[in-house]
């Protein structure tokens, strides 16, 4: 499939998901890095969400939780370019109800090229980059394309 590009603005549009297991290791992180989250937009799976905001103060678009669809709305969002980084502390010790969700949503992500940090010393790295406040290039699948190649006679 062919590329083109696209940028990713300076100040971006964060999903912050986390398992149960992870939800007090993400407050911590986003309590930890408050000023710089600050100057972005946050967006998260329904308790998450609600868990970030009520902790930090800081404000977080809440979406339905994970396994009510949640991980779907952000995968739509990372489909539609609404989304520009992923943060998400899964925890791979526990069995997870809604695992195909989780997969499909960071399926998603490498689809489209956005940053993904899937723990604390990832994301740290990640949100203390240089590139962070900057718009920054990413190539992208050409869809049409795609789909010109997918015609089939019927």
């Given at each position: 499939m062919e590329q083109k590009t696209q940028s990713l603005p300076a100040q971006k549009n964060i999903a912050l998901v986390a398992h149960d297991g992870k939800k007090a290791a993400l407050k911590l992180w986003c309590e930890k890095h408050k000023e710089i989250l600050s100057k972005h937009t946050l967006y998260g799976t329904g308790t998450t969400g609600h868990l970030i905001?009520?902790?930090?103060?800081?404000?977080?678009?809440?979406?339905?939780?994970?396994?009510?669809?949640?991980?779907?709305?952000?995968?739509?969002?990372?489909?539609?370019?609404?989304i520009h980084v992923l943060i998400f502390?899964?925890?791979?010790?526990?069995?997870?109800?809604?695992?195909?969700?989780?997969?499909?949503?960071?399926?998603?992500?490498?689809?489209?090229?956005?940053?993904?940090?899937?723990?604390?010393?990832?994301?740290?790295?990640?949100?203390?980059?240089?590139?962070?406040?900057?718009?920054?290039?990413?190539?992208?699948?050409?869809y049409e394309k795609y789909l010109a190649t997918r015609q089939i006679d019927l």
């Amino acid at each position: 499939m062919e590329q083109k590009t696209q940028s990713l603005p300076a100040q971006k549009n964060i999903a912050l998901v986390a398992h149960d297991g992870k939800k007090a290791a993400l407050k911590l992180w986003c309590e930890k890095h408050k000023e710089i989250l600050s100057k972005h937009t946050l967006y998260g799976t329904g308790t998450t969400g609600h868990l970030i905001q009520k902790t930090t103060g800081l404000d977080v678009v809440q979406l339905l939780s994970g396994p009510m669809g949640g991980d779907q709305q952000l995968g739509a969002k990372i489909a539609e370019h609404e989304i520009h980084v992923l943060i998400f502390f899964w925890d791979p010790l526990a069995s997870q109800p809604h695992d195909p969700d989780v997969k499909a949503l960071l399926r998603l992500a490498a689809v489209w090229n956005i940053p993904v940090a899937c723990n604390e010393v990832s994301a740290d790295m990640l949100l203390s980059s240089p590139l962070m406040d900057v718009e920054l290039e990413r190539t992208l699948p050409d869809y049409e394309k795609y789909l010109a190649t997918r015609q089939i006679d019927l």
